[in-house]
């Protein structure tokens, strides 16, 4: 749960599966993936595909901080793309 002034941390991890090795990896996306969207309760979008922060291969991170925010379940998603395949996640968070 969060407050005014708290930065959340959104984070995702990049996991691709082989059909030939039949396993899973970390590895990271194409080149300007992943992109962040979120959206307070009321369905305002507050950011709009944002880029995130490469921390290590595969791992990418997005600090928003929560300025004069909606009270309520915050939403979003992230969309990844490895060689045109792109996938969507997503994820939510309760602030106060």
Do not use: R
């Given at each position: 749960?969060?407050?005014?002034?708290?930065?959340?941390?959104i984070t995702c991890t990049n996991r691709v599966y082989?059909?030939?090795?039949d396993a899973w990896s970390v590895t990271d996306c194409?080149?300007?993936?992943?992109?962040?969207?979120i959206?307070?309760?009321a369905g305002t979008v507050q950011k709009t595909s944002q880029s995130m922060t490469k921390k290590v291969t595969g791992k990418y991170e997005y600090a928003y901080t929560l300025s004069s925010p909606v009270a309520g379940w915050w939403t979003g998603y992230m969309v990844t793309v490895n060689n045109t395949y792109t996938d969507r996640k997503e994820f939510g968070f309760e602030v106060r």
């Open positions: 749960m969060y407050t005014d002034g708290d930065t959340v941390y082989d059909f030939e090795t194409d080149s300007t993936y992943p992109k962040v969207t959206v307070d309760p």
